[in-house]
């Protein structure tokens, strides 16, 4: 089986399992007529396609071992943010629900933005905003990221987000809106299963901050670049991006002393606020 006739393997699965186009399309978030594609073989799926159709259909772990490996043999993959808006970027933010709900231990660099998983709905807004979006579709984007919010409760499951000093300052919201999301970073760090690191400004560093990425398990790593985002799969270069992440951790606070600079940076903005 290759990469190509993946797609025919995975119709058979599906029919075998006995559920319709339909249900095994809307469990995996993509429209029906991707699902025939990819089931015809006339589009080759990527590794998050195989594993959302997998996840859909509901196949045991050696079947769902055996099938990723083959499309984990494209080491990496690009999709321009193009295509992703022509999807709908609610239905990707569908997607990765999917993938983070299969996901044991999800590990995120961020030096631009605060993640996804942490933001408030008023900075999903201003996040979204700027892809020159209807209402309609910013509302089911918004709604979309705050549901995948919900993983964060989940038992089993670890996460662990780096985020540089900067992004704590990027004024991407007005400043009030700021200091609450500010407070949603300090209450989230509480939830037994998260832990959330920030890089100083004034610590010494050995490294550069480069872009963002996160680390599902030890499968994959999404790369998120001005025009595309690219996921890789090689253990090779995964094994480079968990060691970035490892040394970014050691030289980030964390705990009551991350909460600690979160709150004065908050307290900043309040006291010029009322000084305004």
């Known amino acids: 089986m290759n990469k190509y006739s993946l797609g025919p393997a995975l119709r058979e699965l599906r029919e075998s399992s006995g559920l319709e186009a339909k249900a095994v399309a809307r469990g995996a978030a993509m429209s029906r007529s991707k699902l025939s594609k990819i089931e015809n073989g006339n ?15 509901g196949v045991s772990d050696e079947v769902k071992a055996e099938y990723m490996a083959t499309a984990r043999e494209a080491a990496t993959e690009a999709t321009a943010w193009r295509l992703i808006r022509r999807l709908g970027y609610s239905r990707k933010q569908q997607q990765v629900q999917a993938i983070e709900s299969q996901t044991t231990l999800l590990r995120l660099f961020q030096p631009s933005l605060v993640p996804g998983l942490l933001q408030t709905p008023e900075y999903v807004r201003a996040v979204f905003a700027r892809r020159n979006l209807s209402e309609a579709q910013l509302e089911r984007t918004i709604g979309a990221r705050l ?46 299963n998260v832990d959330i690191r920030v890089v100083e400004l004034s610590a010494p560093q050995h490294d550069f901050p480069g872009h963002s990425f996160s680390i599902k398990d030890d499968r994959t790593v999404a790369i998120e670049t001005v025009h595309a985002e690219t996921v890789v799969t090689d253990p090779r270069d995964i094994a480079l991006y968990v060691s970035k992440f490892e040394g970014f951790s050691a030289a ?25």
């Open 43 to 57: 589009t080759a799926p990527s590794v998050t396609d195989v594993d959302c159709i997998l996840t859909a259909i």
């Open 147 to 192: 549901a995948r919010q919900g993983v964060l409760y989940s038992e089993g499951k670890t996460f662990r987000f780096i985020i540089t000093e900067p992004v704590l300052r990027w004024r991407i919201v007005p400043p009030l809106v700021l200091v609450g999301q500010l407070d949603r970073i300090i209450s989230a760090s509480r939830l037994p």
């Open 252 to 276: 980030a606070c964390s705990g009551e002393e991350m909460r600690a600079l979160v709150g004065k940076i908050r307290d900043d903005l309040l006291r010029e606020q009322e000084t305004a």
